[in-house]
């Protein structure tokens, strides 16, 4: 069964675009949630990874969608933004960070890394792109 992916993404352009790289790779999109409402809602159909931004439509809110999808809805979460610097050291509970802009390697690199590890494999080896948190 292909791995379920949330996208959490205010700007629509940049979320389809997304989610059709996705598709392509052979997932499968469980929607894309503009805000931390809407997100927490697509949490409860259990998606596998968790694509996030953190400046959404409600503000600077992916911080707080990735540790509550981690936390509640036992997702794995990497974060997508143009800004790292602001996750500092990380949030609890998630993987990891890249940086906007990225591109088709990057993403399906960093999703396939994220999905190995959630299923315990030990010998899956990060992206160079992808900043791992501790």
Do not use: C, W
Request: glycine content about 8%.
């Amino acid at each position: 069964m292909p791995a379920r992916i949330l996208i959490v993404e205010d700007e629509m352009l940049v979320a389809m675009e997304l989610e059709a790289i996705l598709e392509d790779l052979g997932y499968v999109s469980v929607g894309i949630a503009p805000d931390m409402a809407t997100a927490l809602d697509l949490g409860m159909l259990k998606p596998d990874l968790a694509l996030v931004d953190l400046n959404l439509r409600d503000g600077l809110t992916g911080p707080e969608i990735g540790k509550r999808l981690s936390g509640q809805h036992n997702a794995s979460v990497l974060f997508i933004t143009a800004n790292p610097r602001v996750l500092g050291n990380g949030v609890a509970g998630t993987i990891g960070v890249l940086t906007k802009p990225t591109d088709l390697e990057v993403v399906a690199a960093a999703v396939e890394y994220a999905l190995r590890r959630k299923v315990g494999d030990v010998a899956a080896i990060p992206p160079s792109s992808l900043r791992l948190f501790a």
